[in-house]
């Protein structure tokens, strides 16, 4: 599969409402499927499910299975590749911006002061 398929999965799976509030409730710590349904009473177990496997299948999450209860973990590492290619650079060039106006503002003379 290809970097650019993976990041369509990954896109796909953090855009729903539901599956980043799960993102964020595992990001803490692994929780159980169960645990994880019961911070969704709006929804029934099978729909959170669905939205599990979706996080699974971008690998946004790691399941491992102990005993009859299936733990969830946080894979942050997709997070970091996306903050990598798409937000680490734009954010480096507006910081360089900001850091540019703030110098020009600096040199440039001031006026007296402003009557009211």
């Known amino acids: 599969m290809s970097i650019e398929d993976e990041n369509t999965k990954i896109f796909k799976a953090l855009a729903s409402p539901i599956?980043?509030?799960?993102?964020?409730?595992?990001?803490?710590?692994?929780?159980t499927t169960g645990s994880l349904c019961t911070h969704?009473?709006?929804l029934d177990r099978c729909t959170v499910m669905q939205h599990i496997k979706v996080l699974e299948r971008?690998?946004?999450i790691i399941?491992?299975?102990?005993?009859?209860?299936?733990w969830?973990?946080?894979?942050?590492?997709?997070?970091?590749a996306i903050h990598e290619r798409w937000i680490g650079p734009h954010a480096a060039k507006?910081?360089?911006?900001?850091?540019s106006l703030k110098r020009r503002l600096e040199k440039a003379p001031t006026k007296g002061p402003v009557e009211a």
Not at 19 to 31: A, E, G, K, V
Not at 63 to 70: A, D, I
Not at 72 to 80: A, C, D, F, S, V
Request: no cysteine.
């Open 72 to 80: 969830n973990h946080l894979n942050p590492i997709p997070i970091h």
């Open 63 to 70: 399941p491992q299975k102990k005993g009859r209860e299936r």
């Open 19 to 31: 599956r980043r509030q799960i993102l964020d409730d595992l990001r803490d710590q692994p929780l």
């Open 58 to 60: 971008a690998e946004l």
């Open 40 to 42: 969704f009473p709006e």
């Open 94 to 99: 507006a910081v360089e911006r900001l850091d």
